[in-house]
């Protein structure tokens, strides 16, 4: 089945039940296999997440801290 489209969190959780669900099935996401169930998780809420055009990392609730270094370098964003 295809998967549906749409960024709200609800369909995002159904993308990456469907995509881990086929994974038990047929051992692989598209044309990948993924090691372990962990890995397929990890590549299903990816491929979830890219299909919906959002960015995990915002979604984890990071908030971008802009932080100096102690050798003087230019600043790093840590999210």
């Given at each position: 089945?295809?998967?549906?489209k749409?960024?709200?969190?609800?369909?995002?959780?159904?993308?990456?039940?469907?995509?881990?669900?086929?994974?038990?099935?047929k051992?692989?996401?598209?044309?990948?296999?993924?090691?372990?169930?962990?890995?397929?998780?990890?590549?299903?809420?990816?491929?979830?997440?890219?299909?919906?055009?959002?960015?995990?990392?915002?979604?984890?609730?990071?908030v971008?801290?802009?932080?100096?270094?102690?050798?003087?370098?230019?600043?790093?964003?840590?999210?």
């Open positions: 089945m295809p998967l549906k749409g960024s709200s969190q609800k369909t995002i959780s159904r993308n990456i039940g469907e995509l881990v669900g086929t994974y038990k099935e051992g692989r996401i598209g044309a990948s296999k993924p090691k372990s169930s962990g890995a397929a998780v990890k590549q299903a809420a990816a491929i979830a997440y890219t299909k919906a055009g959002r960015s995990r990392k915002m979604d984890t609730g990071g971008v801290r802009t932080v100096k270094k102690k050798d003087g370098n230019r600043p790093v964003k840590i999210y």
